[in-house]
């Protein structure tokens, strides 16, 4: 259970405040005074704290200060009135994560301390390795098989390093869970960690978010806002989807990883940080370089060490692991005992190709444990897309195929051909482009995407193979 504790001097605001955040997985905790709340901070590390400016004993910024003193970490929400917007502003220079004018609207208090907690769990719960029951709590990074073993020796290479990090692999895939695994252990492990996905926001709010913005620099900016840069000065910022960022945007955060200084939106003073830059994306950047939609020069910034994680179609051997955790976790989730797996379902899982990985996963397990009546999760637990007819044939395809290339190269043999490597590759090179060509319609940037290489690769190798000219559309 989760901890917010309200400091602030007015009863009527400790129980409003406390009615509309008390729940099942929410903890409240009060106290009237500055010294009283600070008291709290060391004795019960509440996850988020709500801070009234105006107390009796001590000024609501001098308490700010020894709050995070205590916790520099410590997402801390300073409630002021509507006369004191300087006041609230000197608070964001402060450290705090956000300020709320009275009287607080309650969806926007829920909102505040909703995004407050997902900072406190991000910074305070860490991504430990491996699922054995006697390693340390926090989110699991799971997989023992070759892929995985070259991404922790990527982690454990460059997190001591005050390098960016480019962490590239689909959705799904655990990108985040590798930052935050960099992060805790940096040197930086006692600063913030602050994320933002640069797909979930209007390019307008994403420069604001990241760079903060002046009173007045654009409709609805009706006072200042300190951004993620500024927030995280000594810390790390993960930026999680970086290639949805627009052009614009990409500028003037190549010009933080150049000297560290950047401009508040609307504004013309030059704000220093110093920040490390952890930073992921799904996409082919290289391609959307080709489309003239991504800085090159950005990219030579960001990957200072980069790190792959392979989807989970290329580490099966790791799913029977996986599947073992998940169910760990759905169990406690929905209060059932451990469940086991019966053959013909895990044949079905190690079958299918899971589009969202690891993510895609997990929910199975959740949904096959809730809808699961006995001690076994079987088949028909699966959601259809895991168990029906396209699944059972995917189960026996590729033993099929095989066959069938294993008949096509012993012809090759028996026909007396050389170069049998180089003609197989041409044929199947020849197959797999003309496929996901027709699939694009002939689009060879959206084929470029689903083939994982760049334009430049694909033109070449059709060039090389005489299918430049063929029309696909």
């Known amino acids: 259970m989760q901890r917010v504790l309200i400091i602030d001097d007015e009863p009527n605001v400790l129980y409003s405040f406390g009615k ?6 929410l903890e409240v905790l009060t106290a009237e005074t500055a010294a009283g709340g600070l008291r709290r901070v060391r004795e019960s590390k509440p996850d988020t704290v709500i801070l009234d400016v105006r107390l009796p004993d001590m000024s609501g910024l001098d308490a700010l200060d020894e709050i995070l003193a205590i916790d520099s970490r410590l997402p801390v929400i300073v409630v002021t009135a509507y006369s004191s917007s300087e006041t609230a502003i000197e608070a964001m220079r402060r450290g705090a994560l956000e300020h709320l004018p009275k009287p607080v609207d309650v969806h926007q208090l829920q909102a505040a301390v909703a995004k407050a907690l997902e900072l406190s769990r991000l910074q305070h719960v860490p991504a430990v390795f491996g699922n054995s029951e ?52 940096s040197h930086r492990a006692d600063q913030p960690f602050l994320a933002i996905n640069c797909a ?3 390019d307008t709010l994403l420069e604001s978010e990241l760079f903060g913005h002046e009173r007045g620099a654009f409709t609805g900016a009706e006072r200042q806002r300190i951004g993620k840069f500024e927030q995280a000065h000594g810390g790390t910022i993960f930026l999680d989807e970086v290639g949805d960022m627009s052009v614009a945007t990409q500028a003037k955060v190549l010009r933080v990883l150049q000297d560290g200084s950047f401009q508040r939106v609307g504004g013309s003073k030059t704000i220093r940080t110093d920040v490390r830059v952890l930073a992921a994306t799904n996409q082919n950047l290289d391609t959307k370089i080709d489309a003239a939609e991504f800085r090159q020069d950005l990219l030579y910034r960001l990957n200072g060490f980069t790190v792959h994680l392979p989807p989970l179609r290329d580490r099966r051997e790791d799913l029977p692991d996986l599947v073992q955790y998940f169910l760990g976790v759905a169990n406690r989730q929905v209060n059932k005992p451990a469940f086991s797996i019966c053959p013909k379902t895990m044949e079905l899982l190690q079958h299918y190709e899971w589009p969202g990985n690891v993510r895609e996963l997990q929910s199975v397990i959740k949904y096959s444990v809730v809808h699961t009546v006995g001690d076994t ?5 699966l959601p259809e897309t895991c168990r029906g007819k396209a699944a059972e044939a995917r189960c026996a395809a590729p033993e099929d195929e095989l066959a069938g290339i294993s ?27 003309a496929e996901v060509l027709r699939h694009v319609r ?32």
Do not use: W
């Open 200 to 202: 979930a926001l209007p």
């Open 134 to 185: 006697d390693q340390p709590p926090g989110d699991r990074i799971v997989g023992r098989s070759e892929a995985m073993q070259e991404v922790y020796k990527g982690v454990g290479r460059v997190a001591a390093e005050d390098v960016t990090v480019l962490i590239l692999g689909e959705t799904g895939t655990g990108k985040e869970l590798i930052a935050r695994a960099i992060y805790h252990y």
């Open 407 to 433: 008949r096509y190269v012993r012809l090759l043999l028996e026909s007396g051909e050389s170069d049998i490597y180089r003609k197989l590759q041409a044929t199947s090179d020849r197959l797999i482009l």
């Open 377 to 381: 999760i079987t088949p028909d637990c």
């Open 20 to 25: 509309a955040l008390r729940s099942s997985t």
């Open 442 to 473: 002939g689009n060879q940037v959206h084929a470029s995407e689903h083939l994982g290489m760049s334009r430049t690769t694909l033109r070449s190798k059709l060039q090389s193979l005489g299918m430049l000219d063929e029309d696909f559309a």
